[in-house]
């Protein structure tokens, strides 16, 4: 039996909104089905405006843009995160300055980041792993005392929440990924979530290759011009209309992913009073979306002996991230402050199974059963 990692799952009304924007000869960006995606977000997370983007990448790109990053201004950020975490700030010449996580959620340590704090900093950006929040009140109070801007990369997050609150609305921006391995898909696809409205004819500008052309097609001005910097950050409508179909079934994808989470969850519980593995945490007021399944190994065992292990009997099992503070880039464009205990353990430890709609109860368990062995197998 071979279970792959992912498997992008449809809707089922993909092919019919593409034909449709096809067939209405509307292919370029912000047509009916860009309004309708952002309609939609912005009524269900609450946020100001939501501009798509053509990644999530380009959204945190954007914010580096919105804020005006100089060379030599300091991003505290974890080092257990994505590259274009880092990437979009350091290509404005910014400093990512990486922080330790939570050995719980794995997380940015959020009692660490006021330490990591200089006369250079300019902007936190919390990571809310695997769609599980960040502390974000503690967050949010040290960004007002220090006068300084949150992104929340909450690529991991549509659809989860923090106290009742959408991720990706609670700082002054967030950015979501629609990739191929999110819960909600677009192939390639990302939005920027504008939760300061001072930041919205700004964000229009540089999201429109740095001219009013927004305010020009709502009728507020007779004709578009260059007004700033900027790029094209805009996805195609083909995509949007992609989007769309997912969007409409967004909540019946996250219970599904949910079932299929408990599932692991109960099946794993086994394994962990064993002391083999330790399985995810979920803090009292977040309510997470599903997005993966990880566990942590226990540190007598090698997590690539496993990995291999389960490989060789079908199991698209993965690691997950290489922590930025360790790699070239990391070192060369970033700085390191405090220890990062946690981030270098638990990177060695994690092991994400596969989660996608479809996977059945038989295949779970062979996941499982497949994990324990390998672990067990003196590995």
């Known amino acids: ?31 009916p089905y860009t309004k309708k995606c952002h309609q939609w977000l912005e009524t269900h997370t609450g946020s100001a405006k939501v501009l798509l983007t053509h990644s999530c990448t380009a959204a945190l790109e954007m914010s580096s843009l919105l804020f005006n990053i100089q060379p030599g201004d300091e991003i505290i950020m974890p080092s257990y995160t994505f590259v274009s975490t880092a990437n979009a700030f350091v290509l404005r010449g910014g400093v990512p300055v990486f922080v ?40 949010l ?12 990369d909450a690529a991991q997050g549509v659809m989860s929440t923090y106290k009742g609150r959408s991720l990706g609305s609670i700082g002054h921006l967030g950015a979501y990924s629609f990739h191929e391995t ?78 299929l989470w408990d599932e692991y969850h109960q099946l794993l519980e086994p394994l962990e009073n064993q002391g083999l593995l330790r399985r995810p945490i979920i803090p009292d007021g977040c309510l997470h979306n599903a997005h993966m399944y990880y566990v942590l190994l226990s540190n007598e065992f090698s997590r690539d002996k496993v990995l291999q292990k389960m490989k060789d009997e079908g199991i698209g099992a993965i690691f997950h991230y290489i922590p930025l503070h360790s790699a070239p880039a990391g070192k060369k ?16 430890r994690v092991i994400r ?14 996941v499982v059963t497949t994990l324990e062995n390998a672990i067990k197998n003196k590995s």
């Open 1 to 31: 039996m071979t279970i792959p990692f992912n498997k992008p799952h449809m809707s089922g009304k993909e092919l019919y909104y593409i034909a449709d924007a096809h067939f209405h000869n509307i292919l370029a960006g912000d047509g």
């Open 100 to 139: 330790d996580i939570r050995e719980d959620t794995l997380n940015i340590d959020e009692q660490l980041i006021e330490q990591a704090i200089t006369p250079r900093t300019k902007v936190i950006v919390p990571i809310h792993y695997a769609g599980v929040s960040c502390e974000m009140d503690t967050i």
């Open 141 to 152: 109070s040290i960004a007002v005392r220090h006068n300084l801007k949150i992104v929340e």
């Open 182 to 259: 999110k819960n909600v898909i677009s192939g390639e696809g990302g939005c920027l979530l504008i939760n300061d409205p001072s930041l919205t004819h700004q964000a229009e500008i540089i999201r429109e290759k740095g001219t009013n052309r927004s305010q020009f097609f709502r009728g507020h001005v007779d004709k578009y011009t260059w007004q700033d910097v900027g790029s094209s950050f805009l996805p195609g409508e083909l995509i949007s209309a992609f989007l769309w179909a997912q969007l409409e079934e967004a909540e019946q994808i996250t219970k599904h992913r949910l079932d």
């Open 333 to 348: 464009f970033g700085r390191v402050s405090g220890e990062m205990k946690n981030t270098n353990s638990c990177a060695e």
């Open 353 to 366: 199974l596969p989660l996608w709609i479809g996977l059945s109860q038989t295949q779970q368990q062979k």
